[in-house]
């Protein structure tokens, strides 16, 4: 039997970047909140201090940071006609844990959804005709406009120190900046990073074919900043140990660094860590929430009672959550009917192999997370999709992330895989190759979707989430577009002797990183008979459950999806303020 605490007005799952946002914002309002966080407590101050931190073996290569399989994992499949069998180790994407979550092992790229990503289908459709989107294409518009939500990106650009030139300060074009850019209210915080030498070589050759490179965007403050919680931050100093990785130098954006430590002096602000959420309890006619049954560090089951219940966990797993739950009624791809696991989305990553003379130096271990010359050309609809018969688009770039040992050691196709002949290549090659990235959108489709796994469970005893997914042939046409680009650029960078394009091709694997921008599931729309959610991440069926992070998302844009996590973790604090504790209920009829 559970133990039953004391009720809250407010309980959430998750203690990454949208459970410390609301978290910090309901207990400033003065509401009673509780942060529940299924991993260990970890902080920049003594957990990812040097020579610790510095172990590509624990956090790249076991996983340190990431979501341990060993006891909750996801299955994975291609199609229905399929049996879907558990990942046993990240491969395709690395699913955080412990406190902070994702947001401090991510690698700090950042980005703002471009306006038209929140209109995708009637921006298209108006412009290319309807017959642009392939009848198994799911995508729909956001209930909410970029407009809208430009404030809460701004809080969030001032909450991380976000470091970047602006291309477009209130609709004005600045010389210097990305000329796609959406307009944007006030500045960056802090100026854009350093660009390492590779990256310029890539954003020379860009320019030289009338392209439009510039510095990409980052969540790595590049000077002493005191953000807008009034918290310090440092400068980056390059290191490399970025991805995968917490930042000793609290200089890459982190709840831990931006924002837990503020809501923690606040009275009405209690984290619990080692607390594994295992379903929201309802009432006896399923239409609010009680609160949420969790495990805590000692095995034992403890329901907490609550006014309100967020789920603020890993994309996917939100969605895990409102199917253990009975929240929404489950999607079901031969029907059509149904919206819980609908729209689920990956992104349709691909890229170009660039090998150089021995006279072009390259240093790859001089890098950060973040550290790119980019593009947007081609990213949303920047360029004329009518003669290409896809939706979608990406940005292209050299990020040089790190040269760490075990991880990098890039040799041409047809050098052996193991022996004397790939220890030559790899010598000849790790200070004289690079990679050209290409980061694409990826379309939902109606076979593409979540659900409860009928055979495997986790070690509570509890369904794994099911993931069925494949490339549909709109992102295999994207994707051929985009590393055509992509190669063109190469070949036109200064010492390069040799490019091997990448094109992402079908079936989609689960045994190679793509990226870990897994969207989807638990939409966010205007149709309660297409969204889970209404704009302001309120459960449909569930006045008093709020859903929050990328599993918002209808479809993934190209662009990295944490700003826009920040913006709506924002947007849906502010109306959970202003509205709904004033007047408790369904904030759209």
């Given at each position: ?64 940071l ?25 491969q ?22 471009d ?20 009848p ?35 609709g ?57 919680e009034g ?17 000793e ?31 929201v ?77 021995e006279r ?27 003669p ?30 193991w ?53 549909p042939?709109?992102d295999?046409?994207l ?13 036109a ?64 844009s ?10 709506t ?16 209920g369904?904030?759209?009829?």
């Amino acid at each position: 039997m559970s133990k039953t605490l004391k009720a809250v007005d407010a309980v959430l799952i998750g203690g990454g970047w949208t459970g410390s946002v609301i978290g910090k914002e309901l207990a400033a309002a003065g509401l009673r909140v509780v942060v529940l966080e299924r991993g260990e407590p970890r902080w920049p101050s003594p957990d990812f201090q040097a020579p610790a931190i510095h172990d590509e073996l624990r956090y790249v290569r076991r996983h340190a940071l990431h979501q341990n399989t060993a006891t909750e994992t996801f299955t994975f499949r291609n199609n229905t006609s399929q049996t879907a069998l558990p990942m046993r180790r990240w491969q395709f994407a690395y699913p955080g844990t412990h406190l902070g979550g994702a947001g401090n092992h991510w690698s700090g790229a950042y980005y703002r959804f471009d306006p038209v990503d929140f209109k995708l289908r009637s921006h298209h459709e108006k412009r290319y005709g309807k017959a642009i989107f392939a009848p198994e294409i799911t995508a729909q518009d956001w209930p909410v406009s970029y407009d809208e939500l430009e404030p809460y990106y701004d809080r969030f650009d001032y909450l991380i120190g976000a470091s970047g030139y602006a291309g477009n300060l209130k609709g004005k074009v600045q010389p210097g900046g990305n000329p796609f850019e959406p307009w944007r209210s006030r500045p960056y915080p802090n100026p854009p990073m350093k660009v390492p030498f590779a990256s310029a070589l890539f954003g020379e050759a860009a320019a030289s074919l009338g392209y439009h490179p510039y510095i990409q965007p980052s969540a790595l403050s590049t000077r002493p900043y005191t953000n807008s919680e009034g918290l310090p931050m440092s400068a980056c100093v390059y290191c490399g140990f970025c991805s995968n990785f917490g930042c000793e130098h609290y200089a890459k954006a982190s709840p831990q660094v931006c924002i837990l430590p503020a809501a923690l002096k606040l009275d009405t602000f209690e984290l619990r860590t080692g607390a594994h959420v295992l379903r929201v309890e309802m009432d006896k006619e399923r239409k609010l929430a009680r609160g949420v049954t969790y495990v805590d560090g000692k095995g034992e089951e403890v329901f907490q009672p609550a006014e309100m219940v967020f789920l603020c966990a890993f994309s996917v797993n939100n969605v895990r959550l409102l199917l253990l739950s009975g929240i929404g009624k489950p999607y079901d791809p031969a029907t059509g009917q149904g919206v819980v696991g609908r729209n689920y989305t990956h992104q349709t990553t691909s890229g170009v192999n660039l090998f150089f003379d021995e006279r072009t130096h390259l240093n790859p271990f001089m890098g950060a997370g973040a550290a790119a010359v980019t593009m947007d050309d081609f990213s949303v609809d920047n360029f004329d999709h009518g003669p290409h018969g896809f939706v979608g688009g990406g940005y292209i770039q050299i990020q040089v992330v790190s040269g760490a040992p075990i991880s990098y050691h890039p040799t041409p196709q047809g050098t052996p895989a193991w022996g004397s002949e790939w220890k030559k290549a790899v010598r000849r090659y790790y200070n004289h190759s690079a990679s050209i990235t290409i980061t694409g959108s990826a379309m939902p489709t109606r076979g593409a979707y979540l659900d409860l796994d009928p055979t495997y469970r986790d070690a509570w005893g509890q369904p794994l989430l099911r993931i069925t997914y494949d490339l549909p042939d709109n992102d295999i046409r994207l994707s051929a577009f985009l590393t055509g680009k992509g190669d063109e650029i190469g070949k036109a960078m200064r010492g390069v002797i040799a490019t091997e394009p990448g094109p992402r091709r079908r079936p989609f694997t689960a045994t190679s990183y793509q990226s870990t921008h897994l969207t989807g599931g638990a939409a966010m729309g205007a149709d309660p008979a297409t969204s889970v959610v209404n704009r302001y991440g309120q459960c449909w069926d569930a006045a008093n459950v709020f859903v929050t992070g990328a599993s918002l998302f209808p479809q993934n844009s190209n662009y990295n999806p944490t700003g826009t996590v920040g913006a709506t973790a924002y947007w849906i604090a502010d109306a959970v303020r202003r509205h709904y504790v004033k007047a408790p209920g369904k904030l759209i009829a």
